[in-house]
């Protein structure tokens, strides 16, 4: 038996389950304290770092980010209705949308729980923000999509070769 968008459903499982495992090994690996606990894998280049954010992607809306909780259930409602209602998706877009639910449900668990999103991985050596596998998962899903975009759009039109003028 099989079902439409298989890879979706893969995508999105495979995503949230490693998000889940690893935002989970963190929570009760490390303490919350200020400053953060961090273990350096790479010192000074990648560190596992526990915070924590109410907001977005470089903690924007991080005053009040209640409303990003129902935005991931709405993006994550949506991206499943186009896996099972939509059409048959190229596998491109299919690993691109399961991607994202994956991400959307990872960071929405979180913000249902507990108000705010686990972040832990930490790149020191361009001093990029922590964040966690669901951002991960989000921007390789993004990618997807582009790489899809770009696989199944228009070719370029073909000029027929046109007799010479008499």
């Known amino acids: 038996m099989t079902f439409k968008n298989f890879l979706f459903w893969v995508a999105a499982l495979v995503s949230l389950?490693?998000?889940?495992?690893?935002?989970y090994w963190v929570i009760?690996?490390?303490t919350l304290k200020i400053p953060p606990d961090s273990w350096p894998l790479w010192p000074g280049?990648?560190?596992?770092?526990?915070?924590?954010?109410k907001g977005?992607?470089?903690?924007?809306?991080?005053?009040?980010?209640?409303?990003?909780?129902?935005?991931?259930?709405?993006?994550?409602?949506?991206l499943m209705?186009?896996?099972?209602?939509?059409?048959?998706?190229?596998?491109?877009?299919?690993?691109g949308y399961g991607f994202l639910l994956g991400g959307?449900?990872?960071?929405?668990?979180?913000r249902f729980l507990t108000g705010e999103v686990v972040d832990f991985l930490d790149f020191r050596l361009i001093q990029?923000?922590?964040?966690?596998?669901?951002d991960v998962f989000i921007n390789v899903g993004i990618a997807c999509l582009l790489v899809s975009t770009f696989r199944n759009?228009?070719?370029?039109?073909?000029r027929s070769k046109s007799h010479p003028r008499s």
């Open 17 to 23: 389950l490693l998000d889940r495992i690893t935002k």
């Open 28 to 30: 009760t690996t490390f």
């Open 45 to 53: 280049i990648f560190h596992l770092t526990y915070v924590t954010n």
């Open 56 to 78: 977005a992607a470089f903690s924007l809306f991080s005053q009040d980010g209640s409303w990003l909780r129902w935005l991931s259930l709405i993006v994550s409602i949506g």
């Open 81 to 95: 209705c186009i896996a099972l209602f939509g059409p048959l998706l190229q596998q491109w877009e299919q690993a």
């Open 104 to 110: 959307a449900l990872g960071n929405g668990i979180d």
């Open 128 to 134: 990029f923000p922590v964040f966690n596998l669901a």
């Open 153 to 158: 759009g228009a070719a370029p039109s073909r």
